[in-house]
């Protein structure tokens, strides 16, 4: 597929977006400003010389979602966006990326997704066993779903379908495998598929020599299997100092509480807290935890209820 400029402009980004009933590839060059901003909607001239329109219906850096339409209204599908990426008004690399259109939500796609994050969990697992460390099958499991739960928006997630909205992030992992999520930083600076902070990240290296994590944290966290492996050692050590509580051994022995919600809220925010939590609230606790966390458990819910996945072990 043809590409922009070897030395690439900042300030603008290259579409490939597909003709269906011709086959072709058109290639469509926004500015960057434009295809960031909400409802924005400009005419362009393709690579191929159509006349296109189009619309950004919601933007977010390469994940941005756009609809494209020639002159007599009929679709062309986004394939894969061609992004500069900046740091501090300085080029730093090309992404390329391809968002969840909806032509591209199809069933085989989305399962796609879903083996792609199960098979990358399970090898994960297996590399930390070969290494002697032990990830339960349960806590795989929760991981299976938090891989989903990460990346749904609270926003969409109170406006939006939600069973579409998870198909969605099953699409992203099917439609870019190990570069999914590879540009996404949170507010906190959590970053990739796991959306793992800086400090997280270095005590496991610390307390985990052996397993060799990648040193430096980006490239650690851009790496699919590394990834994995510390957001698995993180949740399964989260488990092994909660079930050291009495509180919480009570609160899982009378149904208080679930496993699968200790350790995802645990995953979300500070997981020495939960213990006092429910000390305080007892069946009331998660009204306690923070508010993000509480939609975190909300989303969490709801994608097992609607996305069931095969239990290991």
Not at 197 to 212: K, S, T
Not at 272 to 298: C, F, K, V
């Amino acid at each position: 597929m043809p590409t922009a400029a070897p030395n690439p402009a900042l300030y603008f980004v290259t579409l490939a977006a597909a003709d269906a009933e011709s086959g072709q590839i058109h290639l469509l060059t926004v500015p960057k400003q434009t295809f960031l901003t909400p409802n924005a909607e400009v005419g362009l001239t393709t690579s191929l010389g159509a006349q296109v329109r189009l619309r950004v219906l919601r933007p977010n850096y390469v994940n941005t979602a756009v609809a494209i339409f020639d002159n007599t209204g009929r679709s062309l599908a986004p394939l894969v966006v061609e992004y500069p990426i900046e740091k501090y008004g300085r080029f730093r690399e090309i992404a390329y990326y391809t968002s969840a259109h909806p032509a591209l939500l199809t069933p085989e796609v989305v399962k796609s997704g879903q083996a792609y994050v199960r098979t990358m969990l399970d090898l994960a697992a297996k590399r930390l066993r070969d290494k002697g460390v032990l990830i339960s099958p349960q806590i795989i499991d929760i991981a299976e779903r938090l891989c989903v739960v990460e990346h749904t928006d609270h926003d969409r997630f109170r406006r939006e379908n939600r069973r579409t909205l998870y198909e969605e992030v099953f699409a992203l992992y099917s439609l870019n495998e190990l570069d999914t999520y590879r540009y996404s930083v949170s507010t906190a600076g959590a970053g990739g598929m796991v959306q793992m902070i800086p400090w997280a990240y270095q005590m496991l290296r610390q307390r985990h020599p052996g397993v060799g994590l990648n040193p430096d944290f980006v490239l650690g966290m851009r790496n699919h299997g590394n990834a994995l492996e510390a957001m698995l050692l993180y949740m399964q050590g989260t488990w092994n100092d909660l079930v050291r509580n009495p509180d919480i051994t009570e609160a899982l022995a009378t149904g208080t509480a679930t496993q699968a919600e200790l350790v995802a809220a645990g995953y979300n925010s500070n997981a020495a807290r939960l213990p006092s939590y429910i000390r305080r609230g007892g069946d009331a606790w998660r009204t306690l935890i923070p508010r993000e966390t509480q939609m975190y458990l909300q989303i969490y819910k709801s994608l097992e209820s609607l996305v069931p996945i095969k239990a290991r072990g």
